[in-house]
């Protein structure tokens, strides 16, 4: 529908509101835009004034929300008020799906930017309305069909950041190694004494920092960079291994606090078979 390029809009640095411009129609609702992100692709800070609901079907995208470090992954979606800035990076192929709302309907729902978890309906329908080619609904049956789309958005819970990020000089660089090697096993009391602090120190920084516990981070990043490595094609125990997990069964009861299903049905449920490599 919309092939997306590296650089897709021209950029206007005076105004971040019209770096990448959409052909929106102010007498519509919603619009829907489907594109595929190649690897190593950012796109700079900028706003728009209708809502966004930023979703990926496959991979991981990172984004800075009004200052905000967020991750993106496929059973989420990032809500974007109007007018609120953010700017978004992608390391591998973004599979992205974004629904902007107009004014009046985004009024209708959170005033900051929230995750929201995507039910099966919701992601129905726009699977519906994108197979159909159809970026700004105008049938009576299509505008329908937007308005239950809306209707789950408002029912969904508002959620906290998935997996936070923090400025602290004792987190920042745990965080930071963390997410360039997720299969790291360095325990919270070596990265105390290598940060010469306590383990207790430590301990309370990442519960008030990022309201979760260093294990608990670690394992949601570690769920995270499973997602793109499953819908790739890899294999649950390859997978496993990759991510610093002696068995299968450990990472697949990982997989499963974090997302309520197994790899495999994850997989199944997407249409990927062992060994497809989805670039």
């Known amino acids: ?135 700004s609904p105008s049938e009576a049956s299509d505008r329908r069909i937007a308005r239950v789309l809306f209707d789950q958005l408002q029912l969904a819970e508002p959620l906290p950041v998935y997996l936070p990020s923090s400025d602290d000089p004792l987190l920042s660089p745990i965080l930071l190694a963390l997410q360039h090697d997720p299969a790291n096993d360095v325990s919270l009391a070596t990265w105390a004494q290598r940060g010469h602090t306590t383990e207790r120190t430590l301990a309370r920084r990442f519960q008030r920092s990022l309201g979760l516990s260093f294990s608990d981070w670690r394992s949601r990043l570690r769920f995270l960079t499973s997602l793109s490595m499953l819908r790739e094609g890899m294999a649950v125990k390859e997978v496993a291994l990759e991510l610093g997990y002696s068995t299968s069964s450990a990472f697949i009861a990982m997989f499963r606090r974090h997302s309520d299903n197994s790899p495999e049905a994850y997989r199944r449920q997407r249409g990927v078979n062992e060994g497809t490599r989805i670039r």
């Open 1 to 135: 529908m919309h092939p997306v390029q590296d650089t897709p809009y021209q950029m206007d640095p005076a105004d971040p509101a019209e770096r990448y411009p959409l052909p929106l129609q102010p007498e519509r609702e919603i619009y829907l835009l489907r594109a595929d992100v190649a690897p190593e692709t950012t796109f700079l800070p900028h706003s728009h004034p209708w809502g966004q609901l930023n979703m990926v079907d496959s991979g991981v995208m990172e984004l800075s929300v009004a200052g905000q470090q967020w991750l993106s992954p496929p059973q989420y979606g990032l809500w974007i008020p109007p007018d609120v800035v953010h700017s978004s990076y992608s390391r591998q192929r973004v599979a992205y799906r974004a629904l902007y709302f107009n004014r009046a309907w985004s009024q209708q729902l959170s005033g900051a930017p929230c995750m929201v978890k995507l039910s099966p309906l919701l992601r129905a329908l726009v699977a519906d309305l994108s197979g159909r080619g159809i970026d």
